[in-house]
């Protein structure tokens, strides 16, 4: 079932239409039918770094639209917020093509080197078509070891020197987040959203509202609980999230607010509640 489900996303095709979107003069996405990819660096710099890698099989469409932005300027690495399969899927196949580093969160490691294996999906939880096709979503963890590597733990992300992560764990053990002080750009990965993660309509007809994490990923629902928490703390000026479109202006921060003061409420699964 994973390879059919690889199959779905075939990146041999279509490239023509892998057109990445500028969000700032230094900050671009590429939205897939599966995930985010951000690409964090001016067009005219020798250094900038991909963020998240999408499915497998999607390598030749991301290379296409980094091309468009970059031209033959490849990535200096690969940063990845997490180690789920929509994340990471093609991260071997472009650290190859590119000969770049990936780093990921020390916690996250075992994940992307066949070490540990996530839980498995639980499409019981939170409802709608996508949480009961999570079932079919791949299981098997991918092998990066031969590019993979640790980012420091005093926060600094390599090569981006106005960047920091932040740990926000909960959707996975060493999920992180990617900020910029500057300027308020938050890339969050699947710790919030900015589409309902259990809506299969959602992904084809976008609407920007801040939801919480894929429940049906979600390992640990007290630490995603302080991750939101977290968020909302640092009162970011653009939500650059995993799955969704962008979001800028002072609405973030009320949907912020709100999604962290009524987390159980509106996140939470009823059978996770107290």
Sequence with gaps: MDKEFDQHYNDELHTENADPEEILDDVAYYRTIAANVYMLGHP??????????AVGHYSTRIIAAVEKRFGDKKPSAIILTHGHFDHVGSANDLAKHWNIPIY?????IDYVTEKAQYQPADPTMGGGLMSIFSILFPKKPVNLKEWVQPLPS??????????RYIETPGH????????????????????????????TISTFI???NVYGPPAYFTEDWDAARNSVKKIAALKPNYLLTGHGLPMEGPEIQEQLDHLASNFDNLVLPDHKKN
């Design 44 to 53: 005219d710099s020798d250094t900038w770094v991909l963020v998240d890698t």
């Design 206 to 208: 976008p609407i920007k």
């Design 154 to 163: 005093n926060g600094e992300i390599p090569l981006l020197k106005d960047w």
């Design 104 to 108: 990921i969160h020390e916690k996250e």
């Design 172 to 199: 996975s053990p060493g999920h992180i987040v990617l900020y910029r002080e500057k300027d308020g750009v938050l890339i969050t990965g699947d710790a919030i959203l900015t589409e309902k993660p259990q809506s």
